[in-house]
């Protein structure tokens, strides 16, 4: 049985800036999020990295319709 609150990856983009912009839109719709990977994000390119968004998974679809929405503006 799966944890309702257990963190889950939302998205995962290539840089801290990106993560943050949306890390801060979530959040001020009340959407705790967390952040991994932010240690190889932007090395080389053919080094893999990326910054990857989570959120609990009581909170993925409402993040979700959140990102959809802020990337179609």
Do not use: F, K, W
Not at 26 to 46: C, F, N, P
Not at 55 to 68: F, G, M, N, P
């Amino acid at each position: 049985m799966t944890d309702r609150n257990e963190p889950v990856v939302l998205t995962t983009v290539p840089t801290e800036a990106e993560a943050a912009m949306i890390a801060a839109m979530l959040q001020g719709q009340g959407i705790e999020t967390h952040a991994t990977g932010e240690l190889t994000s932007g090395y080389r390119a053919e080094a893999p990295g990326g910054v990857s968004i989570l959120v609990q998974q009581t909170d993925l679809d409402r993040a979700r319709e959140a990102l959809r929405a802020a990337r179609e503006r």
